[in-house]
């Protein structure tokens, strides 16, 4: 049997796109979803995903809630906040990006639903759920950019 060709089982890889969502769920009260990373139990987020080929930001958003939430919702509900944060991988998650890709461009959306309500987790992503008052979530988020986010959205949502 011939030994594998390195090159070609690495040109077969398929790499992340350096390109993400962050989707901020939030209800009425401004409770905001906040999900615990199975890879890293303590680690709080909303809603991530990297862009899909031939997908639309919009619809990786879409995808995205719906894998991870269960919600399923329709593009129109998602509001984009045509607001990009860069940041650097971190080390450890490189290797799912092509060789010599350190940052990621994350697009950040939301998505308003009435009040908070059970989630139907993507069980090899996340651990846990929570809903908690706006500032708390923002302080319990790991990620600058992600606590940003919420600590913008009521001003984004006029309130």
């Known amino acids: 049997m011939a030994a594998p060709n390195h090159a070609a089982s690495t040109a077969m890889t398929r790499?992340?796109?350096?390109v993400s969502v962050l989707?901020?769920?939030?209800?009425?009260?401004?409770h905001i979803?906040?999900?615990?990373?199975?890879?890293h139990a303590g680690y709080w987020q909303s809603v991530t995903g990297s862009q899909e080929d031939g997908e639309s930001l919009i619809?990786?958003?879409?995808?995205?809630?719906?894998?991870?939430?269960g919600i399923a919702t329709s593009t129109d509900a998602l509001s984009d906040w045509q607001l990009t944060?860069?940041?650097?991988?971190?080390?450890e998650w490189r290797q799912r990006y092509a060789p010599g890709i350190i940052h990621n461009t994350e697009h950040v959306f939301s998505l308003q639903v009435a009040a908070p309500l059970p989630i139907t987790l993507a069980a090899e992503e996340h651990l846990n759920y929570l809903w908690l008052?706006?500032?708390?979530a923002a302080e319990k988020c790991f990620s600058w950019s992600n606590r940003?986010?919420?600590?913008?959205?009521?001003?984004?949502i006029g309130r």
């Open 15 to 18: 790499y992340k796109n350096p």
């Open 23 to 30: 989707v901020v769920i939030y209800s009425r009260d401004l």
């Open 33 to 39: 979803l906040l999900l615990e990373r199975t890879a």
């Open 59 to 69: 619809e990786t958003a879409r995808r995205e809630v719906k894998e991870e939430t």
């Open 85 to 91: 944060n860069t940041f650097e991988i971190f080390a």
């Open 133 to 136: 008052p706006w500032r708390e």
């Open 148 to 156: 940003d986010a919420i600590l913008m959205l009521p001003e984004r």
